[in-house]
């Protein structure tokens, strides 16, 4: 009977271990692992979104004001269209970002872009989206900007 009540215990122990070690922090689930992505190299030019997705990332930058875990903005506008790793090198979305990337090179691991307008493969000032920035962390978006979103 006490082998039977120690053995029990120890199962328990054991369930509990792996269901804490399993347990993940709500801000960075599907989060941890971002990687350089980019769904636009296969598109056909122009690019068009639909009107929802566009009213959706109008929403979200009229939304933001502190930061923000990056999995709540991937629940809201789905998986972005392109992931930089700004650790290395980064294609420039505009004459703008380029400038705001030069002054905070170091403050951001990750650029997440959706878009809702893209003439062709290259940038273009007149392409429309909405960039995240992500923060050395890997988990917070403390900045978001956009190329004629409001049009």
């Not at 120890?10 to 804490?20: D, E, K, R, S």
């Not at 990687?35 to 009229?62: C, H, I, N, V």
Request: charged residues 30%; aromatic residues 12%; positive net charge.
């Amino acid at each position: 009977m006490k082998l039977l009540f120690l053995g029990i215990c120890a199962t328990i122990i054991l369930f509990a271990i792996v269901g804490f070690s399993q347990h993940s922090d709500k801000r960075t689930s599907n989060n941890d692992s971002l990687s350089p992505m980019d769904e636009t190299e296969s598109w056909q030019y122009p690019f068009q979104a639909p009107e929802e997705k566009r009213k959706k990332l109008l929403g979200a930058l009229s939304e933001f004001k502190d930061p923000m875990p990056v999995s709540d903005l991937f629940r809201e506008l789905g998986k972005p269209d392109r992931i930089d790793d700004l650790r290395k090198e980064s294609k420039p979305l505009s004459p703008y970002e380029s400038g705001f990337m030069a002054g905070s090179k170091d403050r951001f691991s990750y650029r997440c872009i959706w878009f809702a307008r893209k003439a062709s493969k290259s940038p273009g000032l007149s392409d429309s989206w909405l960039a995240a920035y992500v923060d050395k962390d890997g988990k917070t978006i403390s900045i978001i900007h956009n190329n004629w979103l409001k049009e």
